[in-house]
Nanobody, 119 residues
Framework: QVQLVESGGGLVQAGDSLRLSCAAS????????MGWFRQAPGKEREFVAS????????AYADSVKGRVTISRDNAKNTVYLQMNSLKPEDTAVYYC????????????WGKGIQVTVSS
């Protein structure tokens, strides 16, 4: 059974940093892309960043580019999201997800973790 467990969220002040982690288990994740998404209250879920599991190719939403870095530790089956210079508009529930190779959609999702940035 695939499980994705996010950790590292919390309440911070504007300008602070946070590192989110996503521990994956239950399958072999080679060739899978891992992504981070977020959903703010009253808004639709949006893409934040992604990384290919083997190639290390990354992608970022324009809203976080330059402030956020996605990385992975294949030995630990863990993906990280380092967020710097946090803004109140970064407040959301953050989710990690997996995307199989040659697929456009993500198939498994974590339960999400709250990040709150106070001004």
């Amino acid at each position: 059974q695939v499980q994705l467990v996010e950790s590292g969220g919390g309440l911070v002040q504007a300008g602070d940093s946070l590192r989110l982690s996503c521990a994956a288990s239950g399958r072999t994740f080679s060739s899978y892309t891992m992504g981070w998404f977020r959903q703010a209250p009253g808004k639709e879920r949006e893409f934040v960043a992604s990384i290919t599991w083997t190639g290390g190719t990354t992608a970022y939403a324009d809203s976080v580019k330059g402030r956020v870095t996605i990385s992975r530790d294949n030995a630990k089956n863990t993906v990280y999201l380092q967020m710097n210079s946090l803004k109140p508009e970064d407040t959301a529930v953050y989710y990690c997800a997996t995307r199989p190779p040659y697929r456009a959609s993500y198939d498994y999702w974590g339960k999400g973790i709250q990040v709150t940035v106070s001004s």
